[in-house]
């Protein structure tokens, strides 16, 4: 097999390895073309959705709870102590 050059450091690279040691990228190869790549929208996972929608109705739940529950506390501590 052959050896070549890192065109971006100059270092001698075996054909085996893909990536240089400065980050150079062998197999990366600009292909020319007439009309610009539209780039995709990156598409959420549905799970990763449902999670956070959980968690947000879940923390609400927990507030209202404690705006619950600590006045009636505070109530019936103060019935008992009479």
């Excluded at 959980?54 to 609400?60: D, E, R, S």
């Excluded at 739940?61 to 008992?80: D, Q, V």
């Amino acid at each position: 097999m052959e050896q070549t050059n890192c065109p971006s450091c100059g270092k001698a690279r075996n054909p085996s390895i893909f990536i240089c040691e400065c980050g150079y990228d062998f197999n990366y190869k600009e292909e020319q073309s007439s009309t610009p790549e539209i780039k995709e929208k990156k598409k959420r996972n549905p799970a990763t959705v449902i999670f956070i929608i959980l968690h947000i109705v879940a923390a609400l739940f927990g507030f209202i709870w404690l705006i619950i529950t600590i006045p009636a506390h505070l109530i019936y501590n103060a019935i008992i102590k009479k």
